[in-house]
T-cell receptor, first 111, second 113 residues
């Protein structure tokens, strides 16, 4: 079945630094979504990428969809304590509604 | 956006009993899903709740263990039957339109003793 993997599993970041988390799918995706889950909270939608090579920005967050539509990345610049949480990517195969979630990257920010 | 009310928010249950979790949405939605999230883990799809018909279960999940109802486009229930400690987890209701983003309920934290 479809697998979605994320690395790293954990990310300890000094406040103010940048980091990137990566998402890789075993199959080609029709689209990929990113969610953020704060500690004790539920996942909240961040963005959806649909086109090959697509890049979208949300303030300090930059999301990219790979050319082959099998991988994606989330880059955060100038990390803040509000960035703490787990970031999940979730992929959809072509012609399907089911979202398969990656394992998540748990981000801790050191002030 | 959709506002989801999920109840109960948490429960502690005895082995062998059943718990029904409710998910109420403030608007009609096409897709409703039930996920399970073990502590510190990712989200695993249990099933898609289909309005007026039997739910579609993912591999490893069966109707006898996780019966699901969806009587209309705004409401669904998930029952965790004959519980064991291995069922201790967070159960999340989510809704969305086809191919679009998902909205999640606040979850039900279940502990089975």
């Amino acid at each position: 079945g479809q697998q979605v993997m994320q690395i790293p599993q954990y990310q300890h970041v000094q406040e103010g630094e940048d980091f990137t988390t990566y998402c890789n799918s075993s199959t080609t995706l029709s689209n990929i979504q990113w969610y953020k889950q704060r500690p004790g909270g539920h996942p909240v939608f961040l963005i959806q990428l649909v086109k090959s090579g697509e890049v979208k920005k949300q303030k300090r967050l930059t999301f990219q969809f790979g050319e082959a539509k099998k991988n994606s990345s989330l880059h955060i610049t100038a990390t803040q304590t509000t960035d703490v949480g787990t970031y999940f990517c979730a992929g959809r195969k072509a012609a399907g509604n089911k979202l398969t979630f990656g394992g998540g990257t748990r981000v801790l920010v050191k002030p | 956006s959709a506002v989801i009310s999920q109840k109960p928010s948490r429960d502690i249950c005895q082995r062998g009993t059943s718990l029904t979790i409710q998910c109420q949405v403030d608007s009609q939605v096409t897709m409703m899903f039930w996920y399970r999230q073990q502590p510190g883990q990712s989200l695993t799809l249990i099933a898609t709740a289909n309005q007026g018909s039997e739910a579609t279960y993912e591999s490893g999940f069966v109707i006898d263990k996780f019966p699901i109802s969806r009587p209309n486009l705004t409401f669904s229930t998930l029952t965790v039957s004959n519980m064991s400690p291995e069922d201790s987890s967070i159960y999340l209701c989510s809704v969305g339109e086809p191919l679009e983003k998902l909205f999640f309920g606040s979850g039900t934290q279940l502990s089975v003793l």
